[in-house]
């Protein structure tokens, strides 16, 4: 257990990063704006990854640049220019998934490492020494892998080579993520970064000899989606890939939300330090933790194996919690401004998401606009509110509210 072990968060935006810093992790991946596989709406300019390097080096931590999607003849091309801007950007690495893009930003480039992406679907320790070969530092594992296949792969490949896996978050039913249907059905490529997300789309059945009846493929009136997968969900088993070899930790998200972003890079923080200092008190805190975030239901991937199968009542969205604010700052009188995401009203039990403590409750009292006028309730989103709080809460932490409580 000695070894540097690194928890990896995603971001969209700065506010994502932002989150991911604040909450615990050791570095965060981004998109920059060529050939990242979130074109649509997760990319960095250039200007914003100088800034977002800025801000992870000013906490010791670092930062990562996805350039994952696989380039055509002339954005090859390209490449080599690209990828010295962002070493002169102050990236920590490149995400990298075609071979040609490793080799052309290995040679214009040497100074800034190349760590080899999930969609190169590295599943065996022969593809991890040919990578290390071209001068990769990294490898994220294809999601396919047993804890006992990356066992092997890390007893078989040079120490210096590094090994991250996924921990949590959304899976893609493709193998490695190289989905067709999206192209298919809409002429937005995933691996060309435009995915449509039309696996989480609902579906219905036609019989061959039955034309124009259609039979919808949903449990109830929530809906299922037959070809979305469970979410990934490592909590509980988190030492077990540790021993298996990986030294980075890896949460998918770069489409979600801060509030998403801040709650599983908390949890997951306090997991692998529990893990470090043999404390596994937090626990059963840590799994209610997870389920405070929208997601589907939580299964373990392949690590132990075939993934268990889809169920009916699986395909459903899940939340324990809804968020309802970002504490802005402190205010005298033991008072704070939030501000608000989702209603909330006056006497409501809210909970506090915060580094630093877990479990913190308190009951909104009063309520009132910065003006000091009383109020019922907090109701629109974007405004500010003022609120008595406990000193435990500062700024940059974050609200919400269980769902089986009073709003």
């Given amino acids: 257990m000695n070894r ?43 200007d914003e990854l100088a800034r977002a390097a800025r801000a992870a080096h000013a906490l010791g931590k670092r930062l990562y640049v996805a350039v994952n999607a696989f380039p055509t003849n002339r954005e090859i091309d390209a490449l080599g220019d690209y990828a010295q801007a962002l070493q002169a950007a102050g990236a920590d690495a490149a995400i990298v998934a075609d071979l040609g893009a490793v080799a052309t930003m290995r040679r214009c480039a040497p100074g800034l490492p190349v760590h080899i992406s999930t969609q190169a679907n590295c599943l065996n320790y022969a593809a991890a020494r ?34 991250e896996a996924f921990i949590h978050g959304a899976m893609c039913m493709a193998w490695s993520g190289r989905c067709m249907i999206s192209a298919y059905l809409t002429g937005r490529s995933a691996n060309r970064g435009a995915c449509a997300q039309s696996c989480r789309w609902k579906y219905r059945l036609e019989e061959e000899k039955r034309p124009g009846e ?52 908390n949890a997951y923080r306090r997991r692998l ?34 993934m268990k199968r889809h169920a009916p009542e699986d395909g459903h969205y899940l939340q324990d919690c809804q968020f309802v604010g970002t504490v802005l700052q402190r205010l005298p009188g033991g008072r704070v401004r939030v501000e608000l995401r989702n209603r909330f009203a006056a006497g409501a039990n809210l909970e506090v998401l ?29 405004s500010l509110y003022d609120l008595d709080a406990p000193e435990a809460v500062e700024p940059g932490d974050m609200l919400r509210l269980r769902l089986d409580t009073p709003s």
């Avoid at 920059?32 to 990319?43: H, I």
């Avoid at 997968?229 to 990986?246: E, H, M, P, Q």
């Avoid at 840590?286 to 194996?305: I, K, N, Q, T, W």
């Fill in 214 to 265: 259609y039979f919808p493929v949903e449990e109830d009136a929530g809906g299922m989606t037959i070809l979305s997968s469970f979410d990934l969900n490592c909590i509980d088993f988190l030492d077990r890939i540790i021993d298996a070899g990986v030294i980075s930790f890896k949460i998918e998200g770069r489409m979600k939300t801060p509030y998403y972003v801040a709650t599983v890079t």
């Fill in 273 to 306: 330090d529990g893990i470090l200092s043999g404390d596994e008190s937090m626990l059963p805190a840590l799994r209610r933790e997870l389920d405070a975030v929208s997601h589907r239901a939580y299964a373990s991937g392949f690590y132990f194996g075939e």
């Fill in 130 to 163: 040919a990578y290390h070969d071209m001068g990769a530092s990294r490898v994220v594992l294809g999601r396919e892998m047993t804890l006992n296949e990356i066992a092997e792969l890390r007893q078989k490949t040079p120490p210096a080579l590094e090994l």
């Fill in 354 to 382: 915060s580094p630093h403590t877990l479990g913190l409750t308190f009951t909104a009292r009063n309520l009132t606009d910065p003006d000091g006028t009383p109020l019922e309730s907090a109701s629109v989103p974007m």
């Fill in 4 to 46: 540097k072990l690194e928890l990896l968060s995603p971001a969209g935006d700065m506010a994502c990063l932002e989150a991911a810093l604040r909450f615990g992790a050791d570095a965060v991946y981004v998109g920059g704006p060529r050939l990242q596989l979130r074109a649509g709406t997760a990319g960095f300019s250039m």
